[in-house]
């Protein structure tokens, strides 16, 4: 890298941090954290500066980069929590149906995650579809095709209006 570009990415390094940063703290709610993934995304951005500088405003690329960086290790996390949670041994005795409990168990997790939303919680279906990060067309679908296992799973025959 030539000097002035190197003065020129140091400017946009300077300039970009704290707002970047600041950002990333409200997504994640930890100062250390946000100052790694905003690194990360400027690190990014130095990597592929000759691209980027061209750009109208090479800081919202930088900003998108550090957002999407963010929301990966917000799902990495909740999937971690997800494993540490589904590895508790769950007591089917305490459950309402423990044959229902158990063809539940049995679902892909999409699913299972609406039929427990759905029915156990009763969400409506724009809160799951928010909860999950899809349409509430694929909510309704998780939901269909779960019913019909779940009853094929307990021997039942299912209504495409059951609730």
Known sequence: ??????????????ASFGPVSRTVFLMVHDR???EDITQEALYRM????????????P????????IRIAVRELQRRAARADKERLAQPVAYDDLPDPDVARAV??????QRAAVVLFYWEDRPVHEIAE???VSESTVKQHLYRARHRLATLLGEGVS???R
């Open 59 to 66: 800081e919202a690329w930088v900003r998108r980069v550090a």
């Open 131 to 133: 909860v999950l990060s």
């Open 105 to 110: 168990a049995e679902l892909a997790p999409m």
């Open 1 to 14: 890298m030539r000097a002035a570009e190197q003065r020129e990415y140091d400017w946009y390094f300077r």
């Open 46 to 57: 130095l990597r592929h500066w000759r691209t980027v500088s061209g750009y109208e405003r």
């Open 160 to 162: 495409d209006h059951a």
């Open 32 to 34: 250390e954290l946000a």
